[in-house]
């Protein structure tokens, strides 16, 4: 793993939550909830936070079900994903974000996309081999 900060998006439709990791440390803190239509977000809003941290990789939280398998949800956050390294030129890693969205909600509702975000960082800091492309593999 690259030594420096990651950005984590929980994607949503509505609204996708950030957050900023530290490698050395492995610890993540929300940032804040962007709003999004029908799963597009304002990417200028986005790229002035590339601009800023320069994390030295993007993570997406990938919504699979209990038994590994994919939804419709998972296939809009992988495209969100693909966009994402279009747009940033950067590497993004998808994560397995099962029960983060829920765990994060028990702690504080008002804050719970960025904290779920928090949690996707903190999982991929844990064990950055983890994550995948935002395109399956065929």
Request: aromatic share 6%.
């Amino acid at each position: 793993m690259k030594s420096g900060y990651v950005l984590a998006f929980d994607f949503g439709l509505r609204h996708i939550g950030v957050a900023v990791g530290q490698s050395i440390t492995r610890t993540a803190n929300p940032l804040k909830t962007l709003e999004a239509r029908n799963g597009r977000p304002d990417w200028n809003e986005i790229e002035e936070m590339i601009h800023q941290w320069q994390p030295v990789s993007l993570l997406v939280g990938l919504p699979l079900n209990m038994d590994d398998s994919e939804s419709e949800m998972s296939g809009r956050a992988r495209q969100f994903g693909a966009a994402l390294a279009r747009r940033s030129e950067r590497e993004v890693q998808m994560v397995d974000e099962r029960l983060s969205s829920h765990a994060s909600r028990e702690t504080d509702s008002d804050r719970s996309h960025e904290l779920a975000a928090a949690l996707i960082a903190e999982t991929w800091l844990a064990e950055p081999d983890s994550g995948t492309p935002p395109t399956p593999p065929t």
